[in-house]
């Protein structure tokens, strides 16, 4: 039975879908006004860990994305500009040429991370006719009013805002961090609809005039067309508790008139040597700088699995150094029981797989589950537990398949002449001199060792 921590209640509850078959699931995605970096990435990575989890417990699942390319602005609340039309005057391109670039690069780093795509992808801006409908809905039931710059939410008429985030609105209200415009009847209340100025570039005809949605209406809107009413899991980081998510409540419930999402859960930041990740810092990385680095994809992916979701994960260089080490260790550990003929008793193997699998559904404990792998490694060499670990990477995404000997670690205690032979000897292979590479092998041989070699390169043995 798989517990989740449920944000909203503050515990681990037992999960119990609406549809014993199908989990409704619906997953607040990017913004595509830039490239995602790996702060987003790690929040992606807990998405498709959920996902993979829910699966193996014989789910299957009804998915959302969506695709913010309008209404998300600087400040996730209602100042500032918007983010893809800041970027569509810095780049010179139009928002919707640099809505489809940075959406195509998302979706590439997702496959690269083994991040599987959610079964539907909803793009902000064909939803447009739906959430002014949204938008008009909950003004008739007197959710919204009109003011000179668009229309509100007004939250005096939703006792319950502020019970995701447990914000005691009238403490903050007397410290007054939000500005106030001077319309607006509430301090906290939030843009439903923006009425736009004649130079803003996105924007569409609305019983308002010309304007464009906020932020938060896109994703009530587009999980409601797409999962109902009432669905079982909502995801986020843990930046979008406090307003996207509030405001999402809030109109979601004025709507529906009860409650819309059973679990809210909510991915950890990822900071990078303890601070905040920013672009002003220029520690921003993307998945395709680290590649560049010689840390590969699955490095980093392997990296976030070694932390809970719900802990702040510290990205250091240092750290992706120790998880690319440890990644070789395991594929090169998995290779030995690939390779071994032995068998393991059933009860160990059906033992291992109960501790993998109560660690997963454990509010999906991944790092407690890769302890279960490792331990099970050490287990004498066997074909059982080299399945058994094909069968946990279902879960993981790993790639274990590509299990592989680490051959600098085979050759460490070869001495460093016999091994200066063997590589001149795979330098002569392949500029196809193989009159030298026999006469090199032939050297190696009467040295005392054999050169044996794989499809990643050699190793040498003693004879
Ligand atoms: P955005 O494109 O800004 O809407 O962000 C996309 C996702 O990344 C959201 O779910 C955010 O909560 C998440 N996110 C942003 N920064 C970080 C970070 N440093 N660590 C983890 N997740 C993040
Ligand atoms: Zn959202």
């Not at 939410?153 to 939703?158: E, V």
């Not at 750290?319 to 594929?331: F, P």
Request: glycine letters at 6%; hydrophobic letters at 35%; charged letters at 30%.
């Amino acid at each position: 039975m798989l517990k989740i921590y449920n944000t909203l209640s503050r515990t681990k509850e037992e999960f119990k879908p609406l549809d014993e078959k199908c989990v409704r699931m619906y997953s607040c995605g990017p913004t595509v006004y830039n490239y995602a970096h790996i702060g987003n990435m790690r929040t992606y990575v807990f998405m498709d860990i959920f996902r993979r989890i829910l699966k193996y417990d014989g789910y299957k699942i009804k998915g959302v994305m969506n695709i913010t390319d309008v209404g998300h602005l600087l400040s996730d609340g209602d100042d500032g500009e918007d983010k893809m039309e800041k970027a569509s005057r810095e780049q010179k391109k139009t928002p919707m040429e640099i809505a489809e670039f940075y959406t195509k690069v998302f979706f590439e780093d997702l496959a690269k991370l083994n991040i599987g795509r959610p079964e539907i992808i909803a793009k902000a801006t064909d939803h447009i006719e739906d959430m002014e409908k949204y938008v008009q809905a909950l003004v008739e039931k007197g959710y919204g009013y009109e003011i000179d710059d668009g229309i509100y939410f007004d939250i005096s008429k939703f006792p319950e805002y502020g019970k995701l985030s447990r914000l005691n609105l009238e403490d903050q209200q007397a410290g007054a961090r939000v500005e106030v415009n001077s319309q607006k009847k509430g301090p906290y209340d939030f843009a439903l609809w923006k009425k736009a100025e004649p130079n803003h570039i996105m924007q569409w005809p609305s019983p308002w005039g010309m304007g464009y949605p906020g932020w938060h209406i896109e994703c009530s809107t587009m999980s409601r067309k797409y999962l109902g009413d009432v669905f079982d899991i909502h995801t986020g980081g843990v930046d979008h508790i406090p307003v996207h998510h509030e405001n999402e409540i809030a109109q979601s419930e004025a709507l529906v008139g009860k409650k819309t999402v059973n679990y809210w859960v909510h991915g950890e930041f990822m900071l990078v040597n303890n601070g905040k990740m920013s672009k002003s810092l220029g520690n921003t990385y993307t998945i395709s700088q680290l590649n560049d680095m010689g840390y590969a994809p699955v490095i980093f992916r392997y990296f976030c699995l070694n932390a809970h979701y719900r802990k702040k994960l510290n990205f250091t260089f240092d750290g992706m150094d120790a998880a690319k080490v440890s990644y070789a260790r395991l594929l090169s550990s998995l290779y030995q029981h690939k390779m071994s003929q032995q068998a393991t008793a059933p009860e160990v193997i059906e033992k291992y797989k109960k501790d993998f699998e109560d660690a997963i559904n454990d509010d999906l404990n991944v790092p407690l589950a890769l302890g279960v792998l490792w331990s099970m490694l050490k287990e004498p060499k066997s074909k059982d537990i080299f399945n058994l670990a094909l069968e946990f990477d279902k879960v993981l995404g790993l790639n274990l398949k590509d299990a592989k000997e680490d051959l600098a670690e085979a050759n460490k205690d070869i001495p460093e002449d016999i091994l200066a032979l063997a590589e001149e000897r795979l330098q002569a292979k392949k500029n196809k001199d193989y009159a030298k590479a026999d006469a090199l092998r032939n050297e190696v041989k009467e040295k005392g060792y054999s050169i044996l070699d794989s499809k990643d390169g050699y190793k040498v043995v003693k004879d």
